[in-house]
C-alpha cells in the first residue's frame, strides 16, 4: 500500500512539474507593467492632489484575495493529512481506524491537488488579464 502510495506521488510531482515551472511568470510583474511604463510615483503628480499611490489595480486586489483564499485552503489540506497521518499512527492496529485514517489522508490530497490546480489556473488568468492590458 505504501509503496502504491508513493508512486502515486512521484507521478503526481512529475505531471504537475510544468505547472510549477509557469509560477514565477506570475510575481514577476513590477510598477511599470501594471501601470503601462509610468511608475505610479510620477503619475502622483497628474491627479490634482489625488494620491494616488494607495490606488491598486482592481484585478492585483483580486488575485491577491484568491492567493489568500488558496493558501488558507491549502493549509487546511495540509492539517487534514497531517491529521490522518497521525490517527493511522495512532490506530494500533485497528483496521476500522486504519481505514478511516487512509481515506482522510486520500481525500485531502485530492483536495490539495484540487488546490494546487485552481492555484495555478488563477495565476494564469490574473497574469494574461493584466498583461494583455499593458
Known sequence: MLKKISMFLFTLAVVLMPVFALVPQANALNEDD???????KEAVGTNMGYDSSSIEDPRI????????LLGFLGIIAVVLIIWGGFKWMTAGGNEEQTKEAAKIIKTS???????????GIATFIVNALVTATK
Open 34 to 40: 501594471l501601470w503601462g511604463g509610468q511608475g505610479q
Open 61 to 68: 486586489i483580486a488575485a491577491n484575495v484568491i492567493k489568500i
Open 109 to 119: 490530497v485530492i483536495g490539495l491537488l484540487i488546490i494546487l490546480a485552481a492555484w
